[in-house]
């Protein structure tokens, strides 16, 4: 190819390309962008016509250099190589020394440009694996506020750059302009960490969390979101006096105790940025130590990032007992089934709000909330990147949440309850396992650990759970509260999420052998319900319970949910006022339900023989109705 041939070549190109060449440089203009770099120069007619239609400055990158393997009609023999080099060069000496020609591949030049640049176009390798790099190199080289663009997004011959531009900005929640040429842009904004913290009872330890969140990890924009989860001591007024000395701090009450998951859950709904830190209100940070988080997770594809080491220690963090350390660089969904030291286990980490929202936000109602978040995490797709050297404070020894929880709880069990969330994705030989091992498969993880049936076709975001698999997780809960766990303490709310530790009156209430109105459910009911102010009667059937509630106690107020709606006249008619016909369950909109023909009362999510018919109905969590009918509290949920 002779120089000729090249500039007719050129021409030919740009008859195609030039479309796109239009679209940068008005945006540099306005914005007043003045150093900018170009990932793919070619023939050089679009950096031609930056620097023709600005006053920017323009590293211009291209290794003019064949790839062996590499698919691309641009890919010439290095011979053709030298002499396109040769007429891009004479193309832009014009410009004098606005126009920087770097024959250097794109992670090379990143060595032969200082200080950041106001705008970045990437029109070089188009694989996906080259376009990821190319973003990965230059992205941290841009200025808040400055331009980051490209070619060929939506292109059906490059599908790699819209998957791989979509995934990495999409964590951000930041907008992808694009234009029918292919052209794509996104603004970098400044990106700011909502650090969340949920409070209860932890009136020593807080303000030492809260002040290492100001010693040299809070930076301007940022803020703290202290959730106070209806503390009894003195949390309340610490946090206040915190808040008068940091105004980035911001304070919610909750009316009722919810839990650590729940107030979690309150606080990011509360978050103002992106990016989202949690810290335990009896951990301490290390000086320095979050930006380096932050670093980890913008400047790479993750949407989670964790310290490597916790640091243990009981009064002073200069006192250290022992540490635990993630091994791995990454964890995914086989990696995090694999052992108990997983980053979901402290659940003091990094994590963009988007990832939240996609994989299902925190579980409550149980106090393994940070395991069982990182869980949904990394079953929706998404890894935890591992900072290497780094580490967080954390303390132990005392009556924390988690040694509260832990004394009256099966791990292992409540574990289980997650896991089965997501049952269609284990194998059946570890199902088997699981459910003959429910109380000791946590503890056995590292001799035992969970395989997936496959985990190669999970992408960010594709949440794996199922209804199918939260049913059967429910069911399973249930059975296990009622025929294993359930022991009921005379005097206390009760609640199907709680295990309380007394056994004294555990075979006197056996629910085995409930054959009468003289024993069993109705022996509960009787004994227990005069005392009661809140009943939920879930799936009620024809509504004799409920009925009986009302019997015992004519001021208990009784609500009954029940999805079957032939049922719904029968219950009514035993005098109960308030009677919803939904299906609650794990999460509020439309469920479809299979009604047996031959038993009304038998209705399922996942029972379908010839003998059902299928019905939508509404269905609802117990949050959400919670929520909309003002209810702080239910003194007992009856589950059938």
Same mark, same amino acid.
């Given at each position: 190819?002779?120089?000729?041939?090249?500039?007719?070549?050129?021409?030919?190109?740009?008859?195609?390309?030039?479309?796109?060449?239009?679209?940068?440089?008005?945006?540099?203009?306005?914005?007043?962008?003045?150093?900018?770099?170009?990932?793919?120069?070619?023939?050089?007619?679009?950096?031609?016509?930056?620097?023709?239609?600005?006053?920017?400055?323009?590293?211009?990158?291209?290794?003019?250099?064949?790839?062996?393997?590499?698919?691309?009609?641009?890919?010439?023999?290095?011979?053709?190589?030298?002499?396109?080099?040769?007429?891009?060069?004479?193309?832009?000496?014009?410009?004098?020394?606005?126009?920087?020609?770097?024959?250097?591949?794109?992670?090379?030049?990143?060595?032969?440009?200082?200080?950041?640049?106001?705008?970045?176009?990437?029109?070089?390798?188009?694989?996906?694996?080259?376009?990821?790099?190319?973003?990965?190199?230059?992205?941290?080289?841009?200025?808040?506020?400055?331009?980051?663009?490209?070619?060929?997004?939506?292109?059906?011959?490059?599908?790699?750059?819209?998957?791989?531009?979509?995934?990495?900005?999409?964590?951000?929640?930041?907008?992808?302009?694009?234009?029918?040429?292919?052209?794509?842009?996104?603004?970098?904004?400044?990106?700011?960490?909502?650090?969340?913290?949920?409070?209860?009872?932890?009136?020593?330890?807080?303000?030492?969390?809260?002040?290492?969140?100001?010693?040299?990890?809070?930076?301007?924009?940022?803020?703290?979101?202290?959730?106070?989860?209806?503390?009894?001591?003195?949390?309340?007024?610490?946090?206040?006096?915190?808040?008068?000395?940091?105004?980035?701090?911001?304070?919610?009450?909750?009316?009722?105790?919810?839990?650590?998951?729940?107030?979690?859950?309150?606080?990011?709904?509360?978050?103002?940025?992106?990016?989202?830190?949690?810290?335990?209100?009896?951990?301490?940070?290390?000086?320095?130590?979050?930006?380096?988080?932050?670093?980890?997770?913008?400047?790479?594809?993750?949407?989670?990032?964790?310290?490597?080491?916790?640091?243990?220690?009981?009064?002073?963090?200069?006192?250290?007992?022992?540490?635990?350390?993630?091994?791995?660089?990454?964890?995914?969904?086989?990696?995090?089934?694999?052992?108990?030291?997983?980053?979901?286990?402290?659940?003091?980490?990094?994590?963009?709000?988007?990832?939240?929202?996609?994989?299902?936000?925190?579980?409550?109602?149980?106090?393994?909330?940070?395991?069982?978040?990182?869980?949904?995490?990394?079953?929706?797709?998404?890894?935890?990147?591992?900072?290497?050297?780094?580490?967080?404070?954390?303390?132990?020894?005392?009556?924390?949440?988690?040694?509260?929880?832990?004394?009256?709880?099966?791990?292992?069990?409540?574990?289980?309850?997650?896991?089965?969330?997501?049952?269609?994705?284990?194998?059946?030989?570890?199902?088997?396992?699981?459910?003959?091992?429910?109380?000791?498969?946590?503890?056995?993880?590292?001799?035992?650990? $969970?395989?997936? &049936?496959?985990? *190669?076709? %999970?992408?960010?975001?594709? @949440?794996? /759970?199922?209804?199918?698999?939260? +049913?059967?997780?429910?069911?399973?809960?249930?059975?296990?509260?009622?025929?294993?766990?359930?022991?009921?303490?005379?005097?206390?709310?009760?609640?199907?999420?709680?295990?309380?530790?007394?056994?004294?009156?555990?075979?006197?209430?056996?629910?085995?052998?409930?054959?009468?109105?003289?024993?069993?459910?109705?022996?509960?009911?009787?004994?227990?319900?005069?005392?009661?102010?809140?009943?939920?009667?879930?799936?009620?059937?024809?509504?004799?319970?409920?009925?009986?509630?009302?019997?015992?106690?004519?001021?208990?107020?009784?609500?009954?949910?029940?999805?079957?709606?032939?049922?719904?006249?029968? $219950?009514?008619? &035993?005098?109960? *006022?308030? %009677?919803?016909?939904?299906? @609650?369950? /794990?999460?509020?909109?439309?469920? +479809?339900?299979?009604?047996?023909?031959?038993?009304?009362?038998?209705?399922?999510?996942?029972?379908?023989?010839?003998?059902?018919?299928?019905?939508?109905?509404?269905?609802?969590?117990?949050?959400?109705?919670?929520?909309?009918?003002?209810?702080?509290?239910?003194?007992?949920?009856?589950?059938?």
């Amino acid at each position: 190819m002779n120089y000729s041939d090249i500039k007719s070549h050129a021409m030919e190109a740009e008859k195609v390309w030039g479309e796109a060449y239009d679209i940068l440089w008005p945006l540099i203009k306005k914005k007043n962008l003045r150093v900018g770099a170009e990932i793919g120069v070619a023939f050089g007619g679009h950096s031609e016509r930056i620097l023709s239609k600005t006053r920017a400055t323009l590293y211009c990158i291209d290794p003019y250099k064949h790839f062996d393997g590499y698919d691309d009609a641009m890919n010439m023999e290095n011979h053709e190589f030298n002499r396109l080099y040769k007429y891009t060069k004479q193309r832009l000496e014009k410009f004098g020394n606005r126009a920087i020609l770097i024959r250097k591949t794109s992670n090379e030049a990143t060595n032969y440009i200082n200080g950041l640049l106001d705008f970045v176009y990437i029109d070089g390798d188009h694989s996906e694996k080259g376009v990821r790099e190319d973003i990965l190199n230059w992205f941290p080289r841009l200025s808040d506020n400055g331009i980051i663009a490209g070619h060929d997004y939506g292109h059906p011959n490059f599908p790699g750059v819209k998957k791989v531009v979509d995934a990495f900005f999409g964590r951000f929640n930041w907008e992808i302009h694009s234009h029918p040429s292919g052209v794509w842009w996104v603004l970098k904004k400044p990106l700011n960490i909502s650090y969340i913290m949920p409070a209860f009872n932890c009136e020593k330890t807080i303000r030492s969390s809260v002040e290492s969140i100001y010693d040299g990890n809070h930076s301007d924009g940022d803020e703290l979101i202290i959730v106070n989860d209806s503390s009894t001591d003195s949390t309340k007024q610490v946090i206040s006096q915190l808040s008068q000395k940091h105004k980035s701090i911001k304070i919610v009450d909750h009316k009722y105790h919810k839990g650590g998951g729940a107030a979690r859950n309150t606080a990011v709904e509360q978050a103002a940025n992106e990016i989202v830190f949690c810290l335990d209100s009896d951990n301490i940070l290390e000086k320095q130590s979050v930006p380096g988080l932050k670093k980890l997770l913008i400047n790479t594809s993750t949407d989670i990032a964790s310290f490597q080491k916790l640091k243990y220690f009981k009064n002073k963090i200069s006192e250290v007992d022992h540490e635990w350390k993630f091994e791995k660089n990454t964890y995914d969904a086989s990696q995090y089934l694999a052992g108990q030291k997983v980053p979901g286990a402290s659940g003091n980490y990094l994590f963009t709000k988007k990832s939240w929202i996609l994989s299902g936000r925190y579980p409550e109602h149980t106090f393994l909330d940070t395991w069982g978040f990182g869980l949904r995490q990394v079953m929706s797709g998404y890894s935890i990147a591992i900072l290497p050297n780094s580490h967080y404070y954390h303390r132990y020894g005392y009556e924390s949440y988690w040694v509260r929880e832990s004394k009256n709880n099966n791990m292992s069990i409540r574990a289980l309850t997650l896991l089965l969330e997501y049952s269609q994705h284990l194998s059946k030989q570890d199902m088997r396992y699981l459910l003959r091992n429910k109380e000791t498969w946590l503890d056995k993880l590292d001799k035992h650990p $969970i395989h997936l &049936k496959s985990n *190669k076709d %999970v992408n960010p975001g594709e @949440v794996k /759970s199922s209804f199918l698999g939260k +049913t059967y997780t429910a069911l399973v809960s249930t059975f296990m509260k009622i025929f294993n766990i359930l022991q009921i303490k005379y005097g206390q709310k009760i609640d199907i999420n709680e295990e309380a530790s007394d056994t004294s009156s555990q075979k006197e209430l056996n629910w085995d052998n409930c054959d009468s109105k003289s024993n069993g459910e109705f022996s509960i009911l009787n004994q227990y319900a005069s005392s009661w102010t809140v009943f939920f009667d879930i799936g009620s059937n024809h509504g004799e319970y409920a009925a009986e509630i009302i019997k015992v106690n004519k001021k208990c107020k009784v609500y009954c949910f029940e999805p079957n709606v032939h049922l719904i006249s029968d $219950i009514k008619a &035993k005098g109960l *006022k308030k %009677v919803f016909n939904y299906a @609650v369950g /794990s999460k509020t909109g439309k469920e +479809t339900i299979n009604i047996n023909l031959n038993d009304d009362t038998q209705s399922s999510a996942f029972r379908l023989n010839q003998n059902t018919l299928s019905k939508s109905i509404r269905s609802i969590t117990l949050d959400d109705f919670t929520t909309k009918h003002q209810i702080d509290h239910i003194d007992y949920k009856f589950l059938t």
